[in-house]
């Protein structure tokens, strides 16, 4: 409220006798306001606001000029700490020390503002699991009825869980050795396969969505139960990209900036930005960037070494910094290699353990790049889990036939 209506309301309360009209709605707003933030089980108190604040009873008093703003207000105060959330205890205590009945008023107002928005919150987050339940009936419905008419809609599907499920039968392709100090072991998402454990339909379905981030736009057989995700699976596509990159940069650069430069989170901030500000020119001239993204290091490395009186870079070094940094271009280059398929590690640990518990436990090169490992890996996780809450019965009578009876049994048993 305005400014205006509050020094019209002390007015009215000092004159004399003192006019009671405008705090006589505002305590009819507020009544109001305490009876929409009640639960419909809270009758007690629904009761005791009623009493508390009855309207007939307070215009009585009002007319006899025997209102008293204070002590209601005081009752008001009562209502929010049995109503207000944890959060706004404090809030409503500090009101409790407010002698000037405008400003406790004003105040209550404040306070209550807030208090209106923590109950649209909680009934948004309790309304959530039924909207995504229903939401996950309307979308199989529908995919169901449009099966009905097409038996053969799930073809493009199988194929998609066959390959995945082929892909975990196979050795993964050994990488070389990465120069310099960025030399590290070569992972691969599919090494998690190569275990004794027999091919389980979560591993199957793991694998299956990991592939589409790896999928041939060429490729027209795209899985038809993920169509409508097909865009979202694009953009992290493109997101993984573009971390690959920043992570190959950092990864070069590191190796010879060494641990004092690059322990600056400043300093990896610069270089961080200096490499997504040519992210969107990497897509389309790749060597152009990086010729561009070498140049902008290389000087931020020198510039940085200088102003914390360390060693710079010799000649030899410098021009090796930028070829390596220039090479990452290059899609068969070994460090791109490698954290590209480190970062689909941890996008599979994603699926498996989680974005939080993933993220315990980075491969060598990521750390750099936690944070947007984990916003990829959210939107991955969120995308795949709603997916399979939506197409899981479909996916079950697939595996079924994928898979040897023993996992079968376990197709039925365990859910997608």
Request: with cysteine; proline share 6%; charged share 20%.
């Amino acid at each position: 409220m305005h400014d205006a209506f509050w020094d019209h309301l002390k007015q009215q309360l000092s004159a004399t006798p003192p006019d009671f009209s405008c705090a006589l709605e505002l305590l009819q707003e507020i009544k109001e306001i305490l009876l929409s933030l009640l639960l419909p089980r809270q009758n007690r108190l629904r009761s005791e606001i009623e009493e508390a604040l009855d309207m007939d009873r307070l215009r009585r008093e009002a007319e006899c000029g025997a209102l008293c703003v204070p002590h209601h207000s005081k009752c008001v105060l009562n209502m929010m700490t049995l109503l207000c959330a944890p959060v706004r205890d404090e809030a409503v205590q500090k009101l409790e020390n407010i002698a000037d009945p405008v400003c406790l008023l004003r105040g209550i107002f404040q306070v209550l503002g807030l208090m209106k928005r923590d109950m649209v919150s909680y009934t948004i987050q309790s309304l959530q699991p039924h909207l995504q339940e229903h939401s996950i009936q309307h979308e199989r419905a529908k995919f169901q009825q449009l099966l009905n008419k097409q038996p053969s809609l799930l073809n493009h599907t199988t194929k998609w869980l066959t390959r995945a499920a082929a892909d975990l039968t196979t050795l993964p392709p050994t990488c070389p050795d990465t120069p310099n100090s960025s030399s590290v072991a070569c992972l691969s998402p599919n090494e998690a396969a190569n275990s004794p454990e027999p091919i389980s339909p979560a591993m199957v379905l793991s694998q299956g969505f990991l592939n589409l981030l790896l999928w041939d736009p060429e490729n027209k057989e795209f899985p038809e139960t993920l169509l409508r995700d097909r865009a979202k699976l694009q953009e992290l596509e493109s997101q993984l990209h573009q971390l690959t990159v920043l992570a190959s940069v950092l990864l070069v650069a590191g190796s010879f900036s060494g641990s004092v430069l690059f322990g600056s989170p400043q300093f990896v901030d610069k270089l961080k930005r200096i490499t997504k500000a040519l992210m969107e020119e990497f897509s389309s001239r790749p060597e152009e960037a990086m010729q561009t993204v070498s140049e902008q290091v290389s000087q931020e490395i020198h510039r940085s070494l200088k102003n914390m009186g360390l060693a710079a870079l010799s000649s030899d070094s410098t021009v090796s910094l930028m070829g390596q940094l220039q090479s990452i271009a290059q899609e068969e280059n070994c460090v791109r290699s490698v954290i590209d398929q480190r970062i689909h590690l941890f996008l599979k640990c994603c699926l498996v353990l989680g974005v939080q518990r993933s993220l315990l436990d980075l491969p060598g090169g990521l750390t750099l790049i936690e944070a947007e490992l984990a916003e990829l890996g959210q939107k991955f996780v969120s995308l795949t889990h709603h997916n399979q809450q939506v197409f899981g019965p479909y996916y079950t009578e697939i595996l079924k036939t994928l898979l040897p009876p023993s996992q079968a049994l376990e197709t039925e048993v365990e859910s997608l």
